[in-house]
């Protein structure tokens, strides 16, 4: 199975595509979206057609995205919320099965504990994907994390 992870942002958005072989996990790609200026139509139009080419290039079977939680600043959480819902449209036309989960799930599924800090989560990362080298940026590391809990989720029937 090839699972999807994606951490959503405005400016840069974080994928990251594993394959699951029994109890083997395997990185197949991880970078990010970049999006540079301030043309939010660009943004969207580059957005949705990267992740399209990543989407049939890779043939994921399941993507993961994260719920988003902001406790202060409500402008930055309107504008992610929104490249969130290109992200999910773009998912729903390819009729991939999308599962959300929260950054305390994404760390509890990844490293056993919910409150593990970013340094934490890349080493178990990188130790269960063998990567050697640091995963730059966080986005793409976060966006593999994303992947291997979503690896790790049940599939939902369709319709459910």
Same mark, same amino acid.
């Given at each position: 199975?090839i699972?999807?992870?994606?951490? $959503?942002g +405005?400016?840069?958005?974080?994928?990251?595509?594993?394959?699951?072989?029994?109890?083997?996990?395997? $990185?197949?790609?991880?970078?990010?979206?970049?999006? +540079?200026?301030?043309?939010?139509?660009?943004?969207?139009?580059?957005?949705?057609?990267?992740?399209? *080419?990543?989407?049939?290039?890779?043939?994921?079977?399941?993507?993961?995205?994260e719920?988003?939680?902001?406790t +202060?600043?409500?402008?930055?959480?309107?504008?992610?919320?929104?490249?969130r819902?290109?992200?999910?449209?773009?998912?729903?036309?390819?009729?991939?099965?999308?599962?959300?989960?929260? $950054?305390?799930?994404?760390k509890q599924?990844?490293?056993?504990?919910?409150?593990a800090?970013?340094?934490?989560?890349?080493?178990?990362?990188?130790?269960?994907?063998k990567i +050697?080298?640091p995963?730059?940026p966080?986005?793409?590391?976060?966006?593999?994390?994303? *992947?291997?809990?979503?690896? *790790?989720?049940?599939?939902?029937?369709?319709?459910?």
């Open positions: 199975m699972y999807l992870g994606i951490d $959503p +405005t400016h840069r958005i974080g994928y990251g595509i594993i394959s699951l072989d029994g109890q083997r996990m395997l $990185p197949l790609t991880y970078g990010v979206i970049e999006n +540079t200026g301030s043309d939010r139509a660009a943004h969207i139009r580059n957005t949705e057609s990267s992740l399209d *080419a990543l989407i049939r290039k890779h043939r994921p079977d399941a993507a993961g995205i719920k988003l939680f902001f +202060t600043n409500r402008k930055t959480a309107m504008s992610v919320s929104e490249m819902g290109v992200l999910l449209a773009t998912l729903g036309r390819h009729g991939l099965p999308i599962r959300e989960f929260t $950054p305390l799930q994404v599924a990844v490293c056993g504990y919910g409150k800090d970013k340094g934490q989560v890349q080493r178990i990362v990188r130790m269960l994907l +050697t080298e995963i730059r966080d986005d793409a590391a976060d966006a593999l994390a994303i *992947a291997i809990c979503c690896s *790790a989720a049940p599939l939902s029937p369709p319709g459910a």
